[in-house]
């Protein structure tokens, strides 16, 4: 769980401080439901690379509560037993 310097800059976080954190934790609280199972169903699928939002709009949660409007990508790779994630965020403001 990384997270570059743009992304938190984006979300208005301090350095180092969404390292570790869930990528849900970046979504309003009525996303992540509908979110962990939309992982959970990409991590079993075959397909390496899938566009965020194309059932709908992409919002992420900045760090002081508003909400950001994202176009959104995300691509995973497995690693042995693990399968690791890597989302790709652009600010559409």
Request: glycine residues 8%; aromatic residues 6%; charged residues 25%.
């Amino acid at each position: 769980r990384y997270a570059n310097a743009s992304a938190e800059r984006l979300f208005g976080y301090a350095s180092g401080s969404l390292t570790g954190r869930m990528l849900a934790d970046l979504l309003p609280a009525r996303f992540r439901t509908t979110h962990a199972a939309r992982m959970q169903a990409f991590a079993a699928a075959p397909e390496a690379a899938r566009l965020m939002g194309d059932r709908g709009e992409v919002l992420g949660l900045s760090a002081t509560g508003e909400e950001l409007p994202l176009e959104a990508s995300i691509t995973k790779v497995t690693l042995g037993q693990d399968v690791v994630f890597s989302a790709h965020l652009r600010d559409l403001r």
